[in-house]
């Protein structure tokens, strides 16, 4: 199994970035994929989840600013950031798992992550 982030960068508040997490190694289109973000001395943090079916939750801190979207086609999943905030900056992984944990930690499978940095 891989998950292979990208798109992560340097912004300024208010810009936007799109990542990508290109899965292989699994039946893609019948997992739960989930983003979620940490930074140094916190725990890791669910950002947006979607189910097999596609169906999407939200954090909170991000709902209508944020987008998951998965390509089963590709086997990619990707997360569109909008008016983002230094508060978002951190490390985003992608996850995977047969299971739906939603926006909880507990995905079988991450990625290495990609970083993205928000300035004010």
């Known amino acids: 199994v891989q998950l292979a982030e990208s798109g992560g960068g340097s912004v300024q508040a208010g810009g936007s970035l799109r990542l990508s997490c290109v899965a292989s190694?699994?039946?893609?289109?019948?997992?739960?994929m989930g983003w979620f973000r940490q930074v140094p001395g916190k725990e890791r943090e669910g950002v947006a989840s979607?189910?097999?079916?596609?169906?999407?939750t939200y954090a909170l801190s991000v709902k209508g600013r944020f987008t998951i979207s998965k390509d089963n086609a590709e086997n990619t999943l990707y997360l569109h950031m909008n008016s983002l905030k230094p508060e978002d900056t951190g490390m985003y992984y992608c996850?995977?798992?047969?299971?739906?944990?939603?926006?909880?930690?507990?995905?079988?499978?991450w990625g290495q992550g990609t970083q993205v940095t928000v300035s004010s």
């Open positions: 190694g699994f039946p893609y289109s019948r997992y739960c």
């Open positions: 996850a995977a798992d047969a299971l739906c944990w939603s926006l909880r930690a507990n995905y079988k499978y």
């Open positions: 979607i189910d097999s079916d596609g169906a999407p």
